[in-house]
């Protein structure tokens, strides 16, 4: 007999069919995919990938990035309290999305523990991802030239720099963007993801 569940559940339906002996189908079930790392650790290249792979499936997905977002909202700031209210806020929308189904992908620095916990409790199905890379391999990237300006004193606040980043302790899933190539990362996510597209 095939399970029929609600397509995302508050988990009465699940509990019960686990209890009957049914296997839980996890197909097609939304979800938040929260990369975090330091700038130019690789964050914004591998959603794109990882986006366009859900996207050809015809599912529905969103790509929700910190500089895209600042973009929008230019007066956010970079102190503590700034950061913290910025990734809840994203965090919220996160989970507001996923609630109705959407797949979302989120790259931003979540340079904060708490935060990034916090917006998990609020999600349903919340898998954390830590793209990695050395400050000094971030450093050597520079993809925006914004550590040469950190350095210069002409940017204050950034994370690795004048700023902490605060690494998971055990992230869902660990992308080393060092020793791997791109297309190696985005594998390892997908591997992962297959359960739920
Ligand atoms: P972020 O969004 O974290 O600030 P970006 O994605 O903008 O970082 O930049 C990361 C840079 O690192 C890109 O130039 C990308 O080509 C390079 N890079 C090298 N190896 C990898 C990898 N395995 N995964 C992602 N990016 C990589």
Redesign the pocket.
């Known amino acids: 007999m095939e399970a029929v569940i609600a397509t995302h559940g508050d988990g009465v339906w699940e509990d019960w069919l686990l209890v009957i002996g049914e296997e839980v189908s996890t197909k097609n079930k939304a979800f938040v995919l929260w990369l975090t790392?330091?700038?130019?650790?690789?964050?914004?290249?591998?959603a794109d990938k990882v986006y366009d792979h859900i996207a050809v499936n015809g599912q529905k997905v969103e790509k929700l990035d910190g500089d895209v977002m600042r973009g929008f909202f230019p007066s956010t700031g970079f102190t503590k309290q700034a950061r913290d209210e910025h990734i809840k806020r994203v965090g919220f929308m996160a989970s507001r999305l996923e609630k109705h189904g959407v797949i979302v992908i989120a790259?931003f620095i979540s340079p904060y523990k708490e935060a990034r916990q916090f917006v998990r409790d609020m999600c349903g199905n919340f898998i954390e991802v830590h793209?990695s890379a050395s400050l000094l391999e971030c450093e050597r990237?520079d993809?925006k030239g914004l550590y040469k300006r950190a350095r210069a004193g002409e940017i204050k606040n950034f994370t690795g720099i004048d700023d902490p980043y605060e690494a998971p302790d055990n992230p869902d899933i660990f992308?080393d963007?060092e020793k791997?190539?791109?297309d190696?990362?985005v594998s390892k996510i997908l591997n992962h993801i297959r359960q739920y597209i």
């Open positions: 790392g330091l700038s130019g650790s690789g964050k914004s290249t591998i790259s793209i990237r993809v992308v963007t791997e190539t791109v190696e990362s």
